[in-house]
T-cell receptor, first 111, second 116 residues
Framework: SQQGEEDPQALSIQEGENATMNCSYK?????LQWYRQNSGRGLVHLIL?????REKHSGRLRVTLDTSKKSSSLLITASRAADTASYFC???????????FGKGTRLSVIA | DAGVIQSPRHEVTEMGQEVTLRCKPI?????LFWYRQTMMRGLELLIY????????DSGMPEDRFSAKMPNASFSTLKIQPSEPRDSAVYFC??????????????FGSGTRLTVV
């Protein structure tokens, strides 16, 4: 069953613009993670944010977490064509369970 | 480390045939996960192992599915008999912790299964 739900399902932007993807979830979490999946490939871990953290940065990535709203956002700044991929949020419940993934956002960055 | 290695990359089989998917996790990772990805249902956890022991197989859809981990460096997912609705991409992932607290899960490239 899905825990996280990403929004939008698909996003198309021009190179250089910022891309924002949102994730909502249902239960109390231990941590939330974002993954990227290029077409025909496996998922790659991007960033992890713990339930007691509100914001985290990694290079051009910025993740926020609002546990009161049970939501997270992933911001990719100055996007590049190589950022074209599907992005998934995944959560670990507060009971420390395996990752449960959302259905993802398909990002297209047009050069 | 070469990462999580899955084989085969693609498998096309006829309905009713037995299918075996293979996975080699990253050395030193105590947890191994099998996920299935479809357009309709997204990524679903099928089963996971801790130190080669199956912990939770509640995601295995039917008795036709079985998984084993005979040692720390090898796992198999078997479907017998296969059906067209089993067509999906099957991913193996490994991690040093259940929640992926250190570096998340490391995924293999997947096996794309087509049952005709």
């Amino acid at each position: 069953s899905q825990q996280g739900e990403e929004d939008p399902q698909a996003l198309s932007i021009q190179e250089g613009e910022n891309a924002t993807m949102n994730c909502s979830y249902k239960t109390s979490i231990n941590n939330l993670q974002w993954y990227r999946q290029n077409s025909g490939r496996g998922l790659v871990h991007l960033i992890l944010i713990r339930s007691n953290e509100r914001e985290k940065h990694s290079g051009r990535l910025r993740v926020t977490l609002d546990t009161s709203k049970k939501s997270s956002s992933l911001l990719i700044t100055a996007s590049r064509a190589a950022d074209t991929a599907s992005y998934f949020c995944a959560t670990v419940d507060s009971g420390n369970t395996p990752l449960v993934f959302g259905k993802g956002t398909r990002l297209s960055v047009i050069a | 480390d070469a990462g999580v290695i899955q084989s085969p990359r693609h498998e096309v089989t006829e309905m009713g045939q037995e299918v075996t998917l293979r996975c080699k996790p990253i050395s030193g990772h105590d947890y191994l996960f099998w996920y299935r990805q479809t357009m309709m249902r997204g990524l679903e956890l099928l089963i996971y192992f801790n130190n080669n022991v199956p912990i939770d197989d509640s995601g295995m859809p039917e008795d036709r599915f079985s998984a084993k981990m005979p040692n720390a460096s090898f796992s198999t997912l078997k479907i017998q008999p296969s059906e067209p609705r089993d067509s999906a991409v099957y991913f193996c992932a490994s991690s040093s912790t259940l929640g992926g607290m250190s570096y998340g899960y490391t995924f293999g490239s997947g096996t794309r299964l087509t049952v005709v």
